[in-house]
């Protein structure tokens, strides 16, 4: 069966490769103007704006290199400034909400003088961004996948990921390369790849389940999936208490007095969270309990319901393409980021391989509303952030585009009839003919 996001569904005509190339050649003009009105606006000349959330990975890094607990505000505080003597951290970047794990796996980092240590992070963070989106181009057999990596690496999300320090390019080719894993038919692989999530399990917590969700009706490779995560997951929980073993429980009382502190400190949430933010104050601080709460939960319910729907269409011999698949997965993913109560823009980053995957093979979606579309917000957010000061913020709308994108082409009908008796999906042979070759 050939799906609805493959190539060879209809020949290709000349007059649509040319509108293709000149909507591709507008997507990249409106890409390296947002980059240079993007940079000037992410290091305005305050000193955390450059390596800003960096600053606090590496001081709780040091912290615990020292054996002391990094979610002492004070203790925090003072490795802070041994950083950067002479300036206070602001009070949104003071923070260090991750768990313990996290500064443990940054201390040979910490060990080198501050900016080279950073240098190392942001370099390696642009090039596994850059391999990842190549690697999944490839996949989706794009005919030039380095086009896509160095586009996502321009991304405003991308520039403000790399400026500030952050490990979203840890996160998508973490996500990327287990998807990848997945459709080889490597599921413990996949699985223990995913470990990487618990950086930041509010923002890919729901990947493992949906990577194993995305193998129906092979349940066996589902449950390795599990079994990797599961068993990646017991590693690091024992490495943990073995290096660590008072500061879970710290960071545990110590999360709970960060979220009620995030209405207060943080604005720049994106997701319905960014949204909420931009109401009063006391309305905020109202709505940051219980509303927050019940927003995750429903988005749980629709993420539920997503990848329970293309299963269905799975095990009646549909959506089995490697496009269909990182779809089931990508898309339900998208659906959570809208619903999660804390992700910042630079986290949107995400949602490349997303847009990757809606393009389809060599953007040959472009001239679709459902290609192009989220491409055009994602190229256009630096101005839309630019407008921020007074008015809502509107990043969260690049997350609601981006789901409704991703779920209508997941969800869509395929126009041709199913594979024949014998076979489920592309990429899952039935048992009766055996492995694939």
Known sequence: MIEPDSPRRRPRSPG??????????LCLGGLVGAAAFALPHLITGRPSDLAGDYWVFYSA????????????????????????????????????AYLPIVAWLLIP??????????????????????????????RLEWRHPVVPA???????????????????????????AALLLRLSGRGIAAGLLLTLTWCKPQLLLPAAPLLALSCWPDRRLGLRVLAGFGL??????????????????????????????????QGDLAGIAGLR???????????????????????????AAISVALARRRARGVGGSPGAVALAVLAPLAVWLLATPYDHV????????????LLGPGAARLDRPSGWGPAMLLLTLPYVQALRDGVPDLAPLVVL????????????????????????GVDVPSAARGPAP
């Open 16 to 25: 649509g490769d040319r509108r293709r190339g000149r909507l591709a050649a």
């Open 61 to 96: 890094a040091r912290v615990v290199a020292h054996g002391g607990d990094p979610y002492r505000q004070a203790v925090l505080d003072l490795a802070e400034r041994r950083v950067w003597p002479g300036v206070a951290p602001p009070p949104a970047a003071a923070n260090f």
């Open 109 to 138: 980092l910490a060990r080198l003088p501050f900016w080279p240590s950073y240098a190392v992070v942001t370099l390696a963070d642009a090039v596994l961004t850059g391999l990842a989106l190549a690697a999944l181009a490839r």
């Open 150 to 176: 160095l586009l996502g690496v321009c991304l405003w999300v991308s520039l403000a990921s790399l400026v500030l320090g952050q490990p979203d390019g840890l996160l998508v080719a973490a996500l990327v």
């Open 232 to 265: 990646g997951t017991g590693a690091g929980l024992a490495l943990q208490l073995a290096a660590m073993p008072g500061l879970l429980a710290s960071w545990w009382g110590y999360l709970h007095r960060f979220a009620g502190a995030v209405p207060r400190l």
């Open 277 to 303: 933010a931009d109401l009063p104050v006391r309305v905020t601080a109202a709505a940051a309990g219980w509303t927050a709460a019940a927003t995750a939960i429903a988005g749980v319910a629709v993420v």
């Open 346 to 357: 630079e986290d949107l980053l995400l949602l490349t391989p997303l847009v990757v995957v």
């Open 401 to 424: 585009v981006a789901c409704l994108a991703g779920v209508g082409t997941a969800l869509r009908s395929p126009r041709r009839a199913p594979l024949p008796a014998g076979t489920i």
